[in-house]
């Protein structure tokens, strides 16, 4: 079992950048592919970014390309997701989750979730 608990969330303006983390609990962090999701009011939960086991394989979804990198360290057991040029419609709160499968965008494949952690991007 994996416990997962983000952090760095925060108030920023558009245009501005943030760096959130995501710690996770137990020894076989590094078995799992990690994705980080979102969640507006009033909107469904929608997949960001995910990085394979390694880290050698990521994927993000088009809203994001070319602003959000996703990174992990094993040895931390730790995944990161650096967000720039931050716009409005990125406000939301963004959760990590574990999948003991491959690279998978459906947030129905993984396992384990965070709390989530809010992120608010002000015009």
């Known amino acids: 079992q994996v416990q997962l608990s983000e952090s760095g969330g925060g108030l920023v303006q558009a245009g501005g950048s943030l760096r959130l983390s995501c710690a996770a609990s137990g020894r076989t962090f590094s078995r799992y592919t990690m994705g980080w999701f979102r969640q507006a009011p009033g909107k469904e939960r929608e997949f960001v970014t995910a990085?394979?086991?390694?880290?050698?394989?990521?994927y993000s979804a088009d809203s994001v390309k070319g602003r959000f990198t996703i990174s992990r360290d094993n040895a931390k057991n730790t995944v990161y997701l650096q967000m720039n040029s931050l716009k409005p419609e990125d406000t939301a709160v963004y959760y990590c989750?574990?999948?003991?499968?491959?690279?998978?965008?459906?947030?129905?494949?993984?396992?384990?979730w965070g709390q989530g952690t809010q992120v608010t991007v002000s015009s």
């Open positions: 989750a574990a999948d003991l499968g491959p690279l998978r965008v459906g947030a129905g494949s993984y396992d384990y």
């Open positions: 990085i394979s086991w390694s880290g050698g394989t990521t």
